[in-house]
């Protein structure tokens, strides 16, 4: 009815322009035309397909259009964890149309808190019914405060994990700091508290993030782990249509995203997208991920090994998953 409405509205501008005189209402302005596209800012989450559908806000049908959206708290959040994959998931996931997410990590549960939910909220990309709304900051995986505060928002959150052998992540983790700070100390002597007698020191957080079932021990106090949802940064990169598939039907999607989407990027060691969000090319993640790890004296990285084992198999116990990394 309303685009029947505008029809009429329109064809009447010139038919009905010699009435005015005689105390008609003047026809309507012609709207502005749209202004160009441009490639969306930082932040920007909207596709390129949204913005050539949206029109200009002097358009008389604009209100129809921006009513059509709604800013929601997030539905499902991926929590964690650092350097196990969460972008690429991220960024796969915004190919699905059901799925809206917000690009730069809000990091609301840790750092913002006290901004309140109507400032979170705000963050949020516009959904239409049946859409879901998501974030992604790792940290929270590690923050304690985060599990009690997520479930005060809504306890019907869905919470998704990717995970990675931890001792690989710890590699990968030294590695992203040692390109911002090239003067560091070397992994090996921050590893451990004394070398001489292997004691590892768990306060650093390339280590301490990596001791999954004590963080999760604190989110199972507020949710059931069946409302999380652990995916796999290793298979991520060997069959990401396989983890998507999973991570489709945990947030109750139709499953769209399977290896059609997909090509193996030889040069960076993982998984491109043929086609990204918004996009008709090819898109990979950029320099700052698959970067070439340095080499770390094998014996600290079997201490390594050593000393997650006990933790890895109580985190496989309490998923009911084993992620293969012993």
């Known amino acids: 009815m309303l685009f029947l409405w505008l029809y009429m509205f329109y064809s009447c501008a010139g038919s009905c322009a010699g009435l005015t005189a005689r105390g008609s209402p003047?026809?309507?302005?012609?709207?502005?035309p749209l202004p160009p596209l441009l490639p969306g800012e930082p932040g920007d989450e909207s596709s390129l397909e949204e913005q050539r559908a949206a029109p200009d806000a002097g358009?008389?049908?604009?209100s129809f259009f921006?009513?059509?959206?709604?800013?929601?708290?997030?539905?499902?959040?991926i929590i964690g964890v650092k350097k196990g994959g969460?972008?690429?998931?991220?960024?796969?996931?915004?190919?699905?149309?059901?799925?809206?997410?917000?690009?730069?990590?809000?990091?609301?549960?840790?750092?913002?808190y006290e901004r309140g939910l109507a400032w979170y909220r705000d963050l949020m990309p516009k959904t239409l019914e049946g859409q879901i709304t998501m974030e992604k900051t790792p940290s929270y995986f590690v923050t304690k405060e985060a599990p009690a505060r997520i479930s005060s928002m809504s306890k019907g959150t869905k919470l998704i994990v990717v995970v990675r052998d931890p001792v690989t992540r710890a590699i990968s983790d030294y590695t992203q700091t040692l390109s911002k700070k090239p003067d560091i100390p070397t992994f090996e002597s921050l590893?451990?508290?004394n070398r001489t007698t292997g004691l590892i020191d768990t306060s650093w957080s390339a280590i301490q993030i990596g001791i999954y079932a004590k963080h999760l021990e604190n989110w199972?106090?507020?949710?059931?782990?069946?409302?999380?949802?652990?995916?796999?940064?290793?298979?991520?990169?060997?069959?990401?249509a396989g983890e998507?598939?999973?991570?489709?039907d945990f947030l109750g999607l139709k499953r769209i995203i399977t290896d059609k989407h997909f090509y193996f990027n030889k040069t960076k060691g993982f998984p491109c997208l043929k086609k990204a969000e918004g996009s008709s090319k090819p898109h990979c993640l950029g320099k700052t991920k698959g970067r070439t790890?340095?080499?770390?004296?094998?014996?600290?990285v079997q201490r390594l090994r050593d000393f997650y084992r006990p933790f890895n198999m109580k985190f496989y116990q309490m998923t009911g998953q084993d992620f293969g990394w012993d």
């Open 86 to 112: 969460t972008r690429a998931l991220l960024e796969f996931l915004r190919v699905h149309p059901d799925v809206r997410a917000v690009g730069a990590e809000p990091h609301f549960f840790d750092r913002n």
């Open 220 to 240: 199972l106090l507020y949710f059931p782990i069946g409302q999380i949802l652990f995916v796999s940064g290793e298979r991520l990169i060997s069959d990401p």
């Open 26 to 32: 003047a026809p309507p302005r012609a709207a502005p």
């Open 59 to 62: 358009s008389p049908i604009s």
């Open 191 to 193: 590893t451990f508290k």
């Open 66 to 77: 921006n009513g059509s959206g709604t800013k929601r708290l997030p539905q499902a959040i």
């Open 293 to 300: 790890h340095p080499d770390i004296d094998q014996e600290v």
């Open 244 to 248: 998507l598939g999973r991570v489709q």
